[in-house]
């Protein structure tokens, strides 16, 4: 944490998490061969899963909590994606719920995970999130983005504006003298709309906009251990670096851009 002042922000509260990822890309050493991760961690069987043995890779996906939980994995990366059920009543901006709320349950079971005797040795670790946080229309979502990113002028007759940087910091975890923690944060201010997709009897299917345009200011975080380290995450400390991934993610989104 720093003590660079900030503006008057909004609760935490107000963002709404559309999806959340953990990434991790396995060490050259593991050997990851159709892993039960699903079963072990859920006690269910998912609801697709598809594989593809001679390329190495393997999707399985299923409901979790108040979406859609989707497992990736390839010989190079493992992606948990969870992600808003498309069958469920949309509002304007759809999401899962309150960040903090669905955060907290994805990042338990997330923990959970890397805690199996199962789970791979890991080089890299990576939380994700797209937040959206709704406003009255475009001109209150830049008014509230300036406030956000205290270091950008910023009218509320902007339009097209996307503002991206990485902010890193020194990890509590892994050793401030050693490894840092990429924070990786882009902004914009976003319009969304409803569209309804309808099966035809021929096979295809129509798409059409309904009701009123919603308007959000929108954050994506990519927060993660350098790619330069070319060792091994201590597997110990696998469920500690990705809650401190995930509350560097809660800083951004409570403060804004700050060193």
Known sequence: ??????PTLPDVSGWQAQ???????PSPSATISQPKWWSELLGTEPEVRNLRPARGEQVEAGPFDKGTLTLQVTPIRIDWILTVNQNAVLDEIFNLGAFLEVGDTFIKLMAEWLALASAPPIQRLAFGAILNQQVEGREKGYELLSRYLPNVQLSPESTDFLYQINRPRKSNVLGMTTHSINRLSKWSCVSIQRTLIQSLSD???SSNLIGKIGYACNLELDISTTADFKGELPQQALAQIAREQYELGIETASR????
């Open 19 to 25: 999806s959340l990822r953990v990434t991790a890309f």
């Open 1 to 6: 944490m720093t003590n660079q002042e900030t």
């Open 203 to 205: 096979g295809t299917t």
């Open 256 to 259: 804004g851009d700050i060193a």
